[in-house]
């Protein structure tokens, strides 16, 4: 069926590349662990380097997916279309792991990796996107497979959004299926069994020069979609010349519109038992008097209703309690992600400004409570924070990812940190344990098996599941 719908986005153990369904296997039962690829019962982090250099070829790209443990994160495995066992061959600009999804897909309690490469070329059509299901199994990964594109010749760039979901009710025979997005303005279902089967899809409002900007799927069978708006408008035609939106989508013809944002994250930040939603808007007048873009988040607390559709609050760097000043090109909110980092019952909110003194970039962590949020303990990490490894240089980009799960099992969200411009682009990536700074780990281009060549821009892009 054609997509019909409504018009409105530490020390690590060993590193073994290049192997699929080749790692030791561990004799143990099937895990129900969100976010758990190998089964041992600890959530585990696949984070992208999508510009790597894979057999000399430039921006072909590449995954990590780093294993966790009750140390923290520990053995890995650099995945690439040229890993064995995973479909097609890594080109120059295929640009695997763009996006990045963790969920169980069929339910067998290993979690798979759903994986976006846009700048793929299909059967001669440059540049047409693909995406690949690499499914979890026990010690390690498994068989892979690609889900077709049931509408080639509609859009290019497929696979450059991703979530995956039983959105609006419906399911793929009782399991979840996969959203897609890519260079339009549309949100494609499309089947995660071997099959693909398209399942329908729609459009909205959001500017297709740009496309999709991010897919989030939440608990309560909904999808967040993110995305810019036109020239003369943006999304809530609100006067602030954003340009960006985000929508809900509850239901098979209808969405809620909510605060302007180009990023999204879902969690419970106030303990009531409703999901509060977070939009970052890294291009959004930071509120000074100059009018500097440094960005600013939006939180929508839940609503009656059960989803978020509550009171509004704003957050920028000139709040009151927030370290820094809202300044042009912090971008403020450019990656955001909530969990609860002290095991008080409260998500906590963690902010990423890559831009911060001149791209060396910053992290904002705001603890939940019962009010919403704790504006009084404020904490801001940058890697001139003592116990973070390495020093805020110049274009480093720390914070241009963002990422709250547990990793080591204890009960409390660990923080991972990308900085996809350290080391001249290579990249890298920082492991705070409770998103504290004891026992920080920080991960290098070449500690994780990756090339240096060109500009792999390690930590671009971390996923765990949910």
């Given at each position: 069926m054609?997509?019909?719908?409504?018009?409105?986005?530490?020390?690590?153990?060993?590193?073994?590349?290049?192997?699929?369904?080749?790692?030791?296997?561990?004799?143990?039962?099937?895990?129900?662990?969100?976010?758990?690829?190998?089964?041992?019962?600890?959530?585990?982090?696949?984070?992208?380097?999508?510009?790597?250099?894979?057999?000399?070829?430039?921006?072909?790209?590449?995954?990590?997916?780093?294993?966790?443990?009750?140390?923290?994160?520990?053995?890995?495995?650099?995945?690439?279309?040229?890993s064995a066992g995973v479909p097609g061959s890594a080109e120059a600009g295929d640009r695997f792991g763009a996006s990045v999804v963790v969920h169980d897909l069929d339910g067998n309690g290993y979690n798979d990796l759903v994986i976006g490469a846009p700048g793929e070329s299909v059967t001669g059509d440059a540049g047409a996107g693909s995406v690949t299901v690499v499914r979890g199994?026990?010690?390690?990964?498994?068989?892979?497979?690609?889900?077709?594109?049931?509408?080639?010749?509609?859009?290019?760039?497929?696979?450059?959004?991703?979530?995956?979901?039983k959105f609006e009710g419906l399911s793929d025979g009782g399991r979840p299926m996969i959203a897609v997005g890519s260079n339009n303005n549309w949100i494609y279902y499309v089947s995660a069994t071997a099959g693909n089967a398209d399942l329908g899809g729609f459009a909205l409002g959001f500017n297709p020069q740009y496309g999709v900007t991010q897919l989030v799927g939440t608990p309560g069978e909904a999808l967040v979609v993110s995305g810019r708006g036109h020239a003369t408008d943006d999304w809530q035609a609100d006067g602030e010349g954003s340009e960006v939106g985000t929508a809900v989508v509850t239901g098979g013809d209808s969405a809620a519109e909510r605060a302007g944002g180009l990023v999204a994250a879902v969690g419970d930040l106030d303990g009531d038992g409703l999901p509060d939603l977070v939009t970052g808007n890294p291009f959004e007048p930071g509120q000074d008097p100059a009018g500097a873009l440094g960005g600013k988040v939006t939180v929508t607390f839940g609503g009656a209703g059960g989803g978020p559709g509550g009171r509004v609050v704003e957050i920028t760097q000139n709040t009151a309690g927030v370290p820094g000043?809202?300044?042009?090109?912090?971008?403020?909110?450019?990656?955001?992600?909530?969990?609860?980092?002290?095991?008080?019952?409260?998500?906590?909110?963690?902010?990423?400004?890559?831009?911060?003194?001149?791209?060396?970039?910053?992290?904002?962590?705001?603890?939940?409570?019962?009010?919403?949020?704790?504006?009084?303990?404020?904490?801001?990490?940058?890697?001139?924070?003592?116990?973070?490894?390495?020093?805020?240089?110049?274009?480093?980009?720390?914070?241009?990812?963002v990422l709250l799960r547990d990793t080591t099992g204890d009960g409390r969200a660990d923080l991972t940190v990308g900085g996809p411009g350290e080391d001249g682009g290579d990249g890298a990536l920082w492991f705070l344990p409770r998103a504290g700074t004891s026992g920080v780990t920080g991960f290098t281009v070449a500690g994780v098996g990756l090339s240096t060549s060109g500009t792999p821009h390690f930590g671009s892009l971390s996923a765990a599941g949910r």
């Open positions: 054609r997509p019909v719908g409504w018009v409105r986005c530490g020390v690590v153990v060993a590193v073994v590349s290049g192997v699929l369904g080749g790692v030791p296997v561990v004799a143990q039962g099937a895990s129900r662990v969100a976010g758990d690829i190998n089964g041992d019962g600890y959530q585990d982090l696949v984070v992208s380097a999508p510009d790597a250099v894979v057999n000399g070829r430039a921006g072909a790209g590449a995954v990590v997916v780093v294993f966790g443990g009750a140390n923290g994160p520990g053995r890995r495995v650099v995945l690439t279309q040229n199994a026990s010690g390690g990964l498994g068989s892979a497979s690609v889900v077709a594109d049931p509408w080639p010749y509609d859009h290019d760039a497929w696979g450059r959004t991703l979530a995956v979901g000043n809202s300044e042009a090109g912090d971008r403020f909110g450019a990656a955001v992600s909530i969990g609860d980092t002290d095991r008080d019952g409260f998500a906590d909110l963690v902010i990423g400004a890559p831009g911060e003194n001149v791209s060396a970039g910053a992290v904002t962590v705001i603890r939940g409570g019962a009010d919403g949020l704790d504006l009084t303990t404020v904490r801001g990490l940058t890697q001139n924070t003592a116990g973070v490894p390495g020093g805020s240089e110049t274009g480093d980009g720390f914070g241009g990812s």
